[in-house]
């Protein structure tokens, strides 16, 4: 991943900023068959109905804005399947991520085309457990729901590609190499590849995982 710094907690906002009347893209991965994009869209701006040729899938970071006739805010996802004519546009001075990936209807778990999801009411916690489900599974992508409950936590790994988590509600404790650091609600990290990492929940904790492994 690129564009952003890796293993330090940020806001959207220390990413991207949001300009007068200007519709503003950072690269975060660059692949032939992924691409993910940081976007910002001023209030009253918008991006025109267009057809794509992959999947897109759109995460709300900050804001309002209407896919079609849909609308979300933060915290919500979308996924629009190829060849579908869709527009975006900004209520609100908003921030989300978009995902463009070919999928089969096999990769896409547990996610309905053009229905939007609350992620943060998507997964129950599990007492004294961690619960995950999977929303897209692919060769070298994964996109993973999980929550964790107070106390819970992973044991120290390592992964194959760079992984962006978003905190979607609580806080945890985050190990990075040989660095701990705290994450909450609105916060975003990405653990490096190859670098032991590993998620702790100071009180309950759900998170999104982006995971893309350079094929």
Same mark, same amino acid.
């Given at each position: 991943?690129?564009?952003?710094? %890796?293993?330090?907690?940020?806001?959207?906002?220390?990413?991207?900023?949001?300009?007068?009347?200007?519709?503003?893209? %950072?690269?975060?991965?660059?692949?032939?068959?992924?691409?993910?994009?940081?976007?910002?869209?001023?209030?009253?701006?918008?991006?025109?109905?267009?057809?794509?040729?992959?999947?897109?899938?759109?995460?709300?970071?900050?804001?309002?804005?209407?896919?079609?006739?849909?609308?979300?805010?933060?915290?919500?996802?979308?996924?629009?399947?190829?060849?579908?004519?869709?527009?975006?546009?900004?209520?609100? %001075?908003?921030?989300?991520?978009?995902?463009?990936?070919?999928? %089969?209807?096999?990769?896409?778990?547990?996610?309905?085309?053009?229905?939007?999801?609350?992620?943060?009411?998507?997964?129950?916690?599990?007492?004294?457990?961690?619960?995950?489900?999977?929303?897209?599974?692919?060769?070298?992508?994964?996109?993973?729901?999980?929550?964790?409950?107070?106390?819970?936590?992973?044991?120290?790994?390592?992964?194959?590609?760079?992984?962006?988590?978003?905190?979607?509600?609580?806080?945890?404790?985050?190990?990075?190499?040989?660095?701990?650091?705290?994450?909450?609600?609105?916060?975003?990290?990405?653990?490096?590849?190859?670098?032991?990492?590993?998620?702790?929940?100071?009180?309950?904790?759900?998170?999104?995982?982006?995971?893309?492994?350079?094929?």
């Amino acid at each position: 991943m690129k564009n952003i710094s %890796k293993g330090k907690i940020l806001t959207p906002e220390e990413v991207i900023p949001i300009k007068d009347q200007q519709t503003i893209s %950072k690269k975060f991965v660059d692949l032939s068959e992924l691409h993910i994009l940081l976007m910002s869209l001023d209030q009253d701006t918008s991006i025109s109905p267009e057809f794509y040729e992959e999947e897109r899938i759109y995460l709300v970071l900050k804001g309002d804005l209407k896919f079609n006739n849909e609308r979300l805010t933060s915290q919500d996802l979308i996924l629009f399947e190829k060849d579908k004519l869709f527009g975006i546009g900004a209520r609100k %001075k908003s921030i989300f991520l978009e995902i463009a990936i070919d999928l %089969k209807e096999e990769e896409m778990k547990n996610i309905d085309k053009g229905k939007k999801i609350k992620l943060v009411d998507y997964l129950d916690y599990v007492e004294g457990g961690i619960a995950n489900i999977d929303l897209v599974s692919k060769d070298g992508f994964r996109l993973v729901l999980m929550a964790f409950d107070a106390g819970e936590g992973l044991k120290p790994h390592k992964a194959p590609g760079d992984a962006l988590v978003l905190a979607l509600e609580g806080k945890a404790r985050l190990l990075v190499g040989d660095k701990e650091v705290e994450i909450e609600s609105g916060d975003q990290i990405v653990f490096p590849a190859n670098v032991t990492h590993n998620v702790t929940a100071i009180k309950r904790f759900k998170m999104l995982l982006i995971l893309s492994v350079d094929k």
